[in-house]
């Protein structure tokens, strides 16, 4: 995450700068009452807006014009030019704007604008239960605020937890490099503030769908008028002699990251097992704790699956340069109170085992209510299950994708919530289909890896650029078709490449 430099840059917009500075398409960064802001030329109009995305303060001159839109270049959210509204997610805040005018030569920044009030929409005796407060459940409870939906919100989620900042909980937050304030989605008090009634620790054990009804695990129900099916993945256990131990941890929710840096703080030796994203986004941050770091997983180079060889390889050579162990194409057969032992003969020594060998949809839900499955929930181009006014999203969600032409699923945390957005505005009586580009990025130490596009398989692979140098973008081919484009330092590249997807999406 950057910081925010204090001083400010650029021009004082306030001052003015020559209308000839601004082409069609460009942006100025410069300064209005201390704060940063960036001037846009689109389609002929002019645009003043916070120069830092409201997600992870990205830096929006370095991002995309696209219409009346702006991109961001690191995790792609995506702001409205003229009211900074965040069209899709991860960012949830919209941008401040200003009034701008172009009188005799110059372009003038003036006033703030106040954001619009949404207007009231649907009955107030209408009733929306969201099963899940995670990605998905949060960006849906947020946008059916934010359209003004004047009915109630119930959101139950069996975590402890309020809504957090997912992918922070194996990278920053696990590394130490971030306070736990900056985990939560919102502060505690907003849900009430915006009508949203949050039930923590509530297992939702059943749905009939015919009845509009939920089941909790103490017995009782709750109505419904609409549903929204978010409940995501868990991570998958090895039934392993051991596996139970104290000292063993999974990662997916707030008390796994804490219970992992509880048991980091008296560990010398961890053995990671599986080479996934959350194993080795883990595997960084307990380096970062200067713990000694082991990761053992069956296949030939980590996350060639998803990356291919050469990523792979990059991938492999960053964590060992980094001081991680790797024992592949090898397995774990016990995990005894301090070591682990493998499949190829050995042992290693560890007084902290985490299990990153993937995650499972949690479906037991939708199948016990009779739901169209299909390797996850079956969902229409409108996130809509086979029952009428019942949607689902996030890891969940089966759904066809229109720049693939396959019905996918996928564990992203921005496509989740971009779902969840979806399936708000479609609860709301849009019939807007869901046609976003998947997007997910991974952090490896200081090397995000960004990933637009879908590709379970390739023909062929294009190289642009030198993938040890730390600056390229990877393309993954089927038949002369540009599937998904991986880059690193190379954000304008994986901007342009999703929004040619986007693009192709749409027609
Ligand atoms: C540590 C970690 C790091 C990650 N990093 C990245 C990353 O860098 N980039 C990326 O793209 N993706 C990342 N992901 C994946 C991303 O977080 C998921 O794709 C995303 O959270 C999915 O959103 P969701 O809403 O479908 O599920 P979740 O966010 O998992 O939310 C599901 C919610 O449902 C609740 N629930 C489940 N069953 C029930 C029930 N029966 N009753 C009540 N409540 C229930 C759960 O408690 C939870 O609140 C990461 C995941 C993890 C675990
Ligand atoms: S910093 Fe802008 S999307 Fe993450």
């Known amino acids: ?118 207007k009231k929409t649907g009955s107030a005796s209408e009733r929306i239960v969201i099963v899940g407060g995670g990605a998905a459940g949060f960006a849906a409870a947020e946008m059916l605020r934010r359209r003004g939906y004047a009915g109630s919100i119930t959101m139950l989620s069996n975590d402890a937890a309020a809504p957090v900042d997912r992918p922070n909980l194996s990278k920053d937050y696990l590394a130490g490099n971030a306070p736990e304030d900056w985990v939560p989605l919102r502060a505690d008090d907003w849900y009430a503030e915006n009508g949203i009634t949050l039930k923590l620790k509530t297992e939702v054990t059943a749905l009939d769908a015919r009845a509009r009804q939920v089941t909790l695990g103490d017995g009782s129900t709750v109505k419904f008028d609409k549903l929204l099916l978010a409940t995501g993945a868990e991570p998958m256990k090895l039934p392993l002699p051991g596996a139970d131990l104290p000292h063993v941890h999974t990662l997916r929710s707030l008390a796994d990251s804490r219970a992992i840096i509880a048991q980091a703080k008296n560990a010398k030796r961890a053995v990671v097992i599986g080479a ?180 379970e398989k390739w023909d062929a692979i294009e190289i642009e650029g030198d993938v040890m140098k730390r600056d390229c973008v990877v393309r993954y081919k089927q038949g002369g078709r540009v599937l998904a484009v991986a880059s690193i330092y190379r954000d304008r590249d994986s901007l342009e490449a999703a929004a040619a997807m986007e693009k192709q999406a749409a027609a």
Not at 24 to 29: C, K
Not at 55 to 82: K, M, N
Not at 329 to 339: H, L, M, P, Q
């Open 1 to 118: 995450m950057a910081q925010n430099d204090d001083k400010p840059k650029g021009p004082d917009l306030t001052q003015g700068i020559p209308a000839s500075d601004l082409a069609e398409g460009g942006m100025v960064a410069g300064h209005v009452g201390g704060e940063d802001v960036l001037l846009v030329r689109h389609g002929g109009k002019l645009s003043a807006v916070a120069a830092h995305c409201t997600h992870y303060h990205g830096p929006l001159a370095d991002g995309l014009v696209v219409g009346d839109t702006i991109r961001c270049p690191w995790h792609h959210a995506c702001f409205s030019l003229a009211s900074g509204e965040p069209l899709a997610a991860p960012a949830l805040s919209p941008l401040s704007c200003w009034e701008v005018t172009e009188r005799g030569g110059k372009i003038v920044v003036g006033g703030q604008k106040e954001q619009p009030a949404p």
């Open 276 to 455: 996934s994203f959350i194993g080795l986004e883990t595997a960084a941050s307990l380096r970062a704790r200067d713990i000694e770091v082991h990761v053992v997983a069956p296949e030939q180079r980590p996350l060639e699956r998803v990356f291919g060889p050469q990523l792979g390889d990059f991938v492999r050579a960053l964590h060992e340069e980094h001081g991680i162990n790797f024992h592949l194409e090898n397995g774990v057969t016990a995990i005894g109170g301090n070591d682990v032992t493998l499949k190829a003969g050995g042992a290693l020594a560890a007084d902290l085992v985490v299990l990153g060998v993937g995650v499972r949809p949690r479906l037991a839900l939708a199948e016990k209510a009779g739901l169209a499955i299909d390797k996850g929930v079956s969902v229409n181009e409108y996130l809509e299950t086979s029952a009428p006014g019942i949607y689902a999203a996030g890891d969940i969600a089966r759904w066809p994708d229109p720049i693939s032409g396959a019905r996918i699923r996928v564990e992203h945390w921005v496509v989740a919530e971009r779902q969840g957005q979806t399936a708000a505005r479609n609860m709301l009586g849009e019939r807007t289909p869901f046609r976003a580009v998947p997007f997910f990025w991974s952090q490896h130490y200081d090397v995000p890896i960004n990933y637009v596009g879908h590709a």
